[in-house]
């Protein structure tokens, strides 16, 4: 039903002048989508996930000589007196950009437990469901954006975390194949324009009547129910955005050239990394791309050599110089970490367990001092021997490197408060 000071006749009325205006909408959104870049001094933080539970000690905080070391010896880096795995040289070469954190201490050794709390700051509980970073970053630095058309919160290749109680317009838009097809990313074919002038005209037309009749509809609904509903509001308007927006073209890597895509590497790790870069760069504030396959509780080292480090070496390493030479890495945060590390004891399948009292993290850019290794473990790798981290502690750096008050409080749509940084300090050699 129409109200009743717009009866039918009357509505298509209005609907037919509003298409013949619609092409200079449209050309007004182009253009206002073309013009779109980021802003100087905005952030943007990308999180490079290594799921499965990536092994430090063969990583960042190799351990050579030692019973607990394993084959690898490490190599000399851009950071004088910093050392990491030989299978990391593209890495090793950017390692002026890059801190490494060695004394993290989670005490978290389930996948789903470490994921969640990685993500978030904090362990599940059954009366909240967290937000996870990408998702507060939409929330804090995406809602500032206006009418963005591009999705602020994204996770390249799954992994990701839900928006919890911030709601489904901060949830992650997933992509599954990083350079290929974005799913429901086209129009029905009744509403392509293309053909004939008259033809597009049509097509144009009958997505308006669609629309209006939607936004009816879905008015009446809003009325009589909760957040949800404006969530699907919301999501539904970004939606159109993207739709009709040119910067869809910044999921097409087919204009990259071939140096590049050789340089992150032929995977989908790194044409996620490449994705990524190109998507700070039209001012998205969050981007996760992951990589699976890192719970080797057997041959891990074959594991790391043959396939993970040369995999995490080209897309992170071309990554990291790429934002560099591109002058975004000061406003770019770059995060690699998973959801605990490994044993410093090898098992009897020459693999590594979970691990969650001691283990490495990285970071690079948004201001924040490369370069260094922060941090240590004993000789042995069974425990911190300098400058213990907590989880939250790394939350706290991450949002002061992003321009959050790290003062901030939520609350959930049932009342309770919920503290963007709870009890943790930011690492102040970072800074």
């Known amino acids: 039903m129409f109200p009743s000071e717009m009866n039918r006749r009357h509505y298509f009325r209005h609907l037919a002048a509003a298409a013949i205006a619609s ?117 804090e630095l995406g809602s500032k954006l206006g009418d963005f058309p591009l999705p602020t919160c994204i ?30 990313m086209n129009l029905p074919g009744s509403l392509r324009l293309g053909g004939s002038p008259v033809e597009a005209r049509v097509a144009q037309l009958r997505a308006m009547q669609r629309e209006a009749l939607w936004t009816e509809v879905e008015g009446r609904f809003r009325k009589s129910r909760d957040m949800a509903a404006a969530d699907h509001a919301t999501v539904y308007h970004k939606t159109k955005m993207l739709l ?38 039209k001012g998205v504030p969050f981007v996760e791309v992951q990589l699976g396959g890192w719970d080797t509780h057997a041959g891990n ?46 098992n009897q399948d020459a693999g590594r367990d979970h691990w969650g009292r001691c283990w490495s993290i990285a970071m690079a850019g948004a201001g924040l001092k490369g370069g260094q290794a922060l941090g240590a473990t004993s000789a042995d790798g069974m425990e911190i021997a300098d400058k213990p981290m907590k989880v939250m502690d790394i939350v706290a750096t991450m949002s002061k490197a992003m321009g959050l008050n790290l003062d901030t409080v939520y609350t959930t749509p049932n009342g309770r408060p919920s503290k963007l940084v709870d009890g943790g300090a930011p690492v102040a050699e970072l800074f």
């Open 23 to 139: 092409p200079g909408a449209i050309f007004m959104n182009a253009l206002h989508a073309q013009s779109a870049q980021v802003k100087k001094g905005s952030k943007r933080c990308i999180l490079l996930w290594m799921s499965g539970g990536p092994s430090h000690l063969d990583t960042w905080d190799l351990k050579p000589g030692n019973a607990n070391g394993g084959p690898f010896r490490p190599i000399e880096t851009a950071a004088p007196g910093v050392l990491i795995s030989p299978h990391l040289p593209t890495v090793a070469k950017q390692m002026k950009h890059i801190a490494i954190l060695r004394s993290l201490d989670s005490r978290e050794g389930s996948h789903e437990r470490g994921t969640y709390l990685m993500h978030t700051g904090n362990l599940p509980v059954p009366t909240i469901e967290h937000p996870g970073f990408g998702s507060i970053l939409s929330y």
């Open 155 to 184: 996770a390249i290749n799954g992994g990701g975390h839900g928006p919890g109680f911030l709601g489904m317009s901060h949830a992650p838009f997933v992509i599954g194949n990083p350079g290929g097809p974005i799913e429901n």
């Open 244 to 281: 009709n927006s040119p910067l869809t073209s910044v999921f097409d890597l087919k204009d990259e050239p071939a140096a590049i895509k050789e340089a992150y590497g032929d995977n989908n790790f790194g044409r996620g990394c490449m994705l990524a870069r190109r998507l700070v760069e």
């Open 301 to 346: 080292f074959d594991s790391l050599q043959n396939n993970l480090h040369p995999t995490l070496d080209k897309g992170m390493g071309t990554l990291i110089g790429d934002l560099a030479d591109r002058g975004l890495l000061n406003d770019t945060l770059v995060v690699w970490m998973g959801e605990f590390g490994r044993t410093p004891r090898i």
